[in-house]
Nanobody
């Protein structure tokens, strides 16, 4: 079992930056691929970014490429999402997820564990 707790969300203005954190419990965190997804009101949950268990592989949605950076610190059991140049369209609840295959994936179905989410609101 892996328990995930997101933090770092908030209300910011367009152009600002935020860093989300996802703290994981369990001793096997380093073996999991990790992903960030987001869900805007009335819309489905969609892929944002993913990272392999080693951190050597990273993947991004086209909508955030060049603005967001995913990273992980296996010693701290934490994965991060650095979000720069935020836009109102980035407003959503952001969820982190753990993939036991270790690779990280764009597919929501690949993830075994999910956090409760953290709200990010970007005003224009």
């Amino acid at each position: 079992q892996v328990r995930l707790v997101e933090s770092g969300g908030g209300l910011v203005q367009a152009g600002d930056s935020l860093r989300l954190s996802c703290a994981a419990s369990g001793r096997t965190f380093s073996g999991y691929g990790m992903g960030w997804f987001r869900q805007a009101p009335g819309k489905e949950r969609v892929f944002v970014a993913a990272i392999s268990f080693t951190g050597g592989g990273t993947y991004y949605a086209d909508s955030v490429k060049g603005r967001f950076t995913i990273s992980r610190d296996n010693a701290k059991n934490t994965v991060y999402l650095q979000m720069n140049s935020l836009k109102p369209d980035d407003t959503a609840v952001y969820y982190c997820a753990a993939d036991s295959d270790g690779l990280g994936s764009r597919r929501r179905e690949a993830y075994d564990f999910w956090g409760q989410g953290t709200q990010v609101t970007v005003s224009s």
